[in-house]
């Protein structure tokens, strides 16, 4: 444990994770995308290798004095000069660079969100090497780079792990350099304004869904008896007995049911009570599934929650409209 | 400093004596096609860029995909450019009803001849002007939609050719409209360029209310080219220079829409070349022998909208993908 | 109630592997850094060490296991110290260095641990130098720090492809060439210590070419062929002739039968100097590294440095032992005479001789005595016994076993200068003479500003105390039997090998001593002392080294300045085509001069740009432009009458670059 905090020690997290630091930045102001990084907003400071590599000098320097080896020492102060010269082609690896705004889809609880930053070179010279990272445990950040070359664009990905519905906001990112000798690290923060929805986890096996709205006052659409059913699956508890294929289950020497039939004039409208879930959570989660479902096989369908009511309607925009509801809902 | 330039002028001239008679048609097959792209824009009022990408699909032998509110003068386009082209041109009004056969045709059994002889569709046409298509159900569409790649028809195990110049501008309504089909992702590249006309500007607009209807203009519409002179011009604009900085800026533009963060697939190998074809013909439409990037920017947006695929972000508001072609023009620098 | 709430993963951040590429960059970094101390590595370890090499960049190679890696490590600890008995000292050190960095390699799987091997490469190229600070190191020196640097730079790339080379050492070379001056500011103002830190050990001699405190005839033979240097002077009197100048080292005063030794007297400092004032030759010598104690001077040292001493027997030793090259200054007064320090016990140690050998030489010894008992009748005996006998010069006498007297006096007759200096004096000390061998060097080679002394220049003769009013007197023998070996230097009686000693390559080896002597004079012996008085030629006699550092500073920053400017310009994307060089600067131009033009504008746009701002030039600027853009997207030209597409070329290169913007009114 205690050695493997010393590896990990470097200048950077230490100051990082100050609070002091924090306000500081704070203070600083927000770097909201899209913006040039500013020669003023590029910090630098060196590497865990920088400092290895800066006492290993100091050994020859100290030695090369003492024996007044001349040529030991030019050798050290070589290496000196050029690691204080790198300092300034870290520096302008990120100065100047076009940060763009960051985009994101929604995703379900349990996949990972997305986060896409665009960054444009526009000053006419390579960048390589930039690394983008949140300084964050719980998010696997390595090994996140890209290279640009003049006058090119190019774009980052950082994944975050989803673990709740509602908004995920992007965590603050570091676009850093060590280029070209990783004795020291430049970098950036953007602290993005950007959020990602989370709709509520998809269930691998959801209820069936719904028979259509009965005693709405609504048109009470009953599948007619020989029209030809999309497919069969394996029966699900709570299937009704209507539904049972009795055919096929004979055949198959297990209970299968009849897909929902594909009309487009079916209409469901679901509600809190028809997933039978005492938890809100999964109650949420079987109404998120059906929306995914009932937009798959066509259905009209729309959502009656309390204090949210979205009518029938079909489409990837109505679709989303039901998953934004369900995602916020009392959140 | 102004004799310089003379000489080179004439220095290339001599330089092409020979082909002396094939440059001095080829002005005048230039100015033709000058005087047809003015005539439609006198027919379409307002919208010369739209006119100029049309022409210049046709020179890249490509189709077009004209998307746009009704009554913006869709149609009309379509028309002017048959009239004005001196094609063979027939119209399908695409609508829910329409099956593939009322498209490409059908064999009939003949009583006279005691077998079945092939009745060709509308589609056996040099200018085809497939109305409303997002009103067909899939199926009719992609019949369309596959004569158009493949040139040829293929009915009862039967090879048919299709004419030549072959050329189909579809129009299209906006996909928010109720009643339609979305084309097919995979098959909308088979449209070489997707142009938007939107309204008129006003001067236009109020010359359009002034002027008598614009069906008399088509009908004393003159054909200024025809089959032969467009074959060659299709043949010019393939020979249009593209120099090695210009690919590398088309290719710069490629891997930029590769890249951008609201772009979840980019351009294929095969939009690139449609790039370079469709600026060629650009180029062309300018009487220059060589593509400029500016030409290749005048086509870019109407050739990748409608091939990059958005990611999706129902969030806040849908971005429009040719404002997105819009930025990776605008964030690729010119070599 | 949310079951996925508060799941902080900590997550296993692993860096990736290193790619192959890196593998051979940081390889080749390594086995530069140990290319020089291979040449001094006993031969199986040098193999090892290449093998090694070349099993970890072969397709073969597989990660040892720990355990072998670790049994692998001791062996190499084991060898070294058994090779070197212990581990401590220049040559075990360096060499451990080596192998520790070698073996490293079979642990390199990420990219800390290239670095790691790349950091290492610089201290084993550091250690080199303790070996040698010639003007060829520095060479290595920059070139060792060039690919070290481009290997650091590959490392944090990632790898590169085999097209990437060039322009990662391009890279490099950014780092690498503006840090030799400004390594070199730091050199010579960064604050030098004056007394060490701690301790320096002398007495390591391994390798060390030069003069041993101890003779026995056959000794110095392997340093005729040594042409390298041993120092060099510089008089700032008129220079003595050639055979004056006899460059006194170690005294030898006692012989056990086979071999000359030093007294223990010589260590005494003397009572009776030379006086200051009668110093009338004096010169500077830079003497390179023997790791002994004495320097050398012509006789007899009145002014030395204030860190040596002079011993009874006028010897000047050093405090320390010579390590690094050294310059010192000394007067000589050559007036002097060695006549009042004869001691009893120096006079019995240098009458001396064991029984067991030269009894034919005594014989010989008491016949003269028999004819004329003077002491100068004896020498001349003696001396023309060498000269009317068959004597002979060569440097490739046969090694004498028994008896180095009588067998060289009467049976091989052939030998160089110990033969008959050690002969001599025994001939001496037999007949009651005291006498003495003194080794040194004799001569030198006049290399225009400064006499260059090579080791193969050294040479042995004696000194006989005459009587009270001369003392010790110098007699060499050796210029009896080969007169040319002191008017002419030591090249005219070496005859072995021959083809080395060609006029042009002499020449040439005379001309790279000086570059030698420049960089001994400059670089390698400069140190605090030397610092203090680097402003002198601008009138500042002492500069401290506070001032020194705020001149450093200075310095720094304004080299540093001038590097950042470079890198500026070098940074930005070079087109190799003038044109478009030229274009893009123009671009540039104009985006001064206020007319927006994007990144994504083309020529045409900017060219429309440019007439709206300054449409009285429009014919201008469309000719301009016309010509730039048939030149980047035009079809070349197949016409007879083009001119040479190069001329062309600069010639739209340099209107692009005249075209100057009218000011707006």
Known sequence: ?????????????????????????????????????????????????????????????????????????????????????????????????????????????????????????????????????????????????????????????????????????????RLSTIYPLGLFRAWSWIHPQQRCLVYPQLLDNPPPLPSPSTGDGKRNLQPEPDADFAGLREYRPGDHLKEIAWKATARMNKLISREEPPTAYSELLFKLPQTGSQDIEQALRILASWVVLAEQRGFRYGLSLPAVELTPDTGAGHRHQCLRALALWQN | MHTETQSKVSSIAISTAADSQDLTSQQQLLNELGKAIAQVNRIVLGHPDAVRLAFCSLLAGGHVLVEDLPGVGKTTLANALACTLGLEFRRIQFTSDLLPADVVGISVYSQTNERFAFQPGPIFSQIVLADEINRAPPRTQSALLEAMSEEHITVDGKQRELPRPFFVIATQNPVDLAGTWLLPDSQLDRFLLKIKLGYPPAQAERMLLEQPDRQTFLTSAEPILNTDKLQTLIQRANQVHASGALLDYIQALLSASRQHAQISVGLSPRAGLALLRASRAYALLHHRQHILPEDVQAVFVALAGHRVKIIEQHSEQTPDPSQIAQDILHATAVP | MFTGFGIMAKLTKRRPLVQRSVVLWVMATALFAILPHLTRMPILLSAALIAITGWR???????????????????????????????????????????????????????RDAMLMVSLSFFVVATWFLFSQSPLTFVYLVTATWLGLTTMIVINRGGTEQSEIRSMFVQGARLAIPAVPLALAMFFLFPRLSVPLWGIQGGELEGVSGLSNSMSPGDISNLFIDDGPAFRVTFSDPQPSQSELYWRGPVLTRFDGKRWTQSIYSSVVTQIKPERENADLSYEIELEPHRRQWLFALDYPAIYPGDSRLGLDYQLRSIRPVSNVRRYQISSDTSFRDNRALNSTLLNESLRIPDHVGRRARRLVAEWQAQDDSTNAIMQRALHHFRDNPFFYRLDALPLLDDPIDEFLFDSKVGYCE????????????????????TGYQGGFDNGEYFLVRQSDAHAWAEVWLDDEHGWTRVDPTSWVAPNRVQQGSRAVVDVPNWLHAPWLVDMRNQVDKIRHWWNKNIVSFNANRQSRLLQPWGIERVDQRQLLLLLIVLSVIISAIVFWWYRRVDHIQHVDPVVRAYHKLL??????????????????????????????????????????????????????????????????????????????
């Open chain 1, 1 to 173: 444990m205690q050695r493997s905090a010393l590896s990990r020690f470097s200048p950077f997290n230490w100051i990082v994770r100050q609070p002091r630091f924090e306000r500081w930045l704070q203070k600083r102001g927000p770097l909201a995308p899209p913006f040039r990084i500013a020669y003023r907003q590029v910090y630098i400071l060196p590497t865990r290798f920088g400092i290895i590599f800066a006492i290993l000098l100091t050994a020859m320097l100290l030695g090369a004095l003492n024996y007044n080896n001349n040529a030991a020492l030019l050798l050290a102060f070589m290496l000196a000069t050029a690691a204080q010269l790198s300092t300034f082609r870290t520096w302008r690896n990120l100065s100047g660079l076009d940060v763009g705004t960051i985009h994101t889809k929604p995703v379900f609880v349990g996949d990972q969100a997305l986060f896409r930053l665009n960054l444009y070179e526009r000053q006419g010279f390579e960048r390589p090497i930039l690394e983008l990272d949140s300084g964050r445990q719980d998010i696997n950040d390595t090994g996140i780079n890209l290279s640009l070359a003049a006058e090119q664009s190019g774009m980052l990905e950082i994944p975050v792990q989803t673990s709740r519905r509602g908004w995920l906001e992007c965590p603050r990112l």
């Open chain 3, 419 to 438: 033969h008959y200096a050690s002969a001599f004096t025994f001939l001496m000390r037999a007949a009651g003479i005291p006498a003495r061998v003194v």
């Open chain 3, 588 to 665: 540039h131009r104009l985006r001064h001069a206020g007319i927006d033009t994007p990144i994504h504008a083309g020529p045409q746009t900017v060219m429309q740009k440019v007439i709206a701002y300054c449409p009285d030039i429009r014919q201008q600027v469309e000719n301009l432009f016309n010509r730039y853009i048939h030149h980047r997207y035009a079809a070349p030209n197949i016409s007879v009458e083009e001119q040479p597409q190069q001329s062309n070329r600069l010639a739209l290169a340099r209107r692009l670059n005249s075209f100057k913007l009218p000011k707006r009114r």
């Open chain 3, 57 to 111: 960049v072969s397709r073969f190679y597989r990660n040892p296991h720990w355990l072998l890696r670790t049994i692998t490590v001791l062996c190499a600890v084991f060898i070294i110290s058994w090779l070197y008995e212990g581990l401590w000292g220049r040559l075990p050190g360096s060499q451990l260095l080596c192998c520790m960095l070698v073996l490293k390699c079979l642990e390199l799987n990420r990219s």
